[in-house]
T-cell receptor, first 111, second 114 residues
Framework: DAKTTQPPSMDCAEGRAANLPCNHSTISGNEYVYWYRQIHSQGPQYIIHGLKNNETNEMASLIITEDRKSSTLILPHATLRDTAVYYCIVSVDASGSRLTFGEGTQLTVNP | DTAVSQTPKYLVTQMGNDKSIKCEQNLGHDTMYWYKQDSKKFLKIMFSYNNKELIINETVPNRFSPKSPDKAHLNLHINSLELGDSAVYFC?????????????FGPGTRLTVL
């Protein structure tokens, strides 16, 4: 199973871009990278996922390196409501339905 | 309209009791899950059902028994509750198994065993 490594915590100023890194050096060819976040005491919320191409949606952008060994989640204009724990997950099986959450990164957006 | 709902939100009970947590989704999804988040905040999958069929059954004590009466509901029954069962339990749902679609999580049920 591919394991992910994320910094335990990061800070970001409100209105600035938040760049959250994730290492997944043992990722295999058919495994996707997923990002979820969990705002305090709430259920996790899906953000974005990708295989090898960069992806963008209304919440964030996902940049995956060419060798797929790492990725970066970008929140272009962080707000106070983006303060949460962000989880980078590599799908454990080919279906992408079995997600294993690690420790994540606690992102704190400061005013 | 709540997409994935769980009841109750809080559950406090004594060791040895039997309790159930209910989950319902109104998204028309085929796949539902139960996750456990312990005091260290690690979120681990417990079970997954696809169209009422058990797909994932992680290493969970037999005291935990999921039941899916229809594809919109996945309940979790726990027998002989132990102190270590205290955690937040999250239900989730997604489109068909293997669709690589996002999982929608419920608000969680905080179980405290005294």
């Amino acid at each position: 199973d591919a394991k992910t490594t994320q910094p335990p915590s990061m800070d970001c100023a409100e209105g600035r871009a938040a760049n959250l890194p994730c290492n997944h050096s043992t990722i295999s060819g058919n495994e996707y990278v997923y990002w979820y976040r969990q705002i305090h005491s709430q259920g996790p919320q899906y953000i974005i996922h990708g295989l090898k191409n960069n992806e963008t949606n209304e919440m964030a952008s996902l940049i995956i390196t060419e060798d797929r060994k790492s990725s970066t989640l970008i929140l272009p204009h962080a707000t106070l409501r983006d303060t949460a724990v962000y989880y980078c997950i590599v799908s454990v099986d080919a279906s992408g339905s079995r997600l294993t959450f690690g420790e994540g990164t606690q992102l704190t957006v400061n005013p | 309209d709540t997409a994935v709902s769980q009841t109750p939100k809080y559950l406090v009970t004594q060791m040895g009791n039997d309790k159930s947590i209910k989950c319902e989704q109104n998204l028309g999804h085929d796949t539902m899950y139960w996750y456990k988040q312990d005091s260290k905040k690690f979120l681990k999958i417990m079970f997954s059902y696809n169209n009422k069929e058990l797909i994932i059954n992680e290493t969970v004590p037999n005291r935990f028994s999921p039941k899916s009466p229809d594809k919109a509901h996945l309940n979790l029954h726990i027998n002989s509750l132990e102190l270590g069962d205290s955690a937040v339990y999250f239900c989730a749902s997604s489109l068909p198994w293997g669709g690589r679609d996002e999982q929608f999580f419920g608000p969680g049920t905080r179980l405290t065993v005294l």
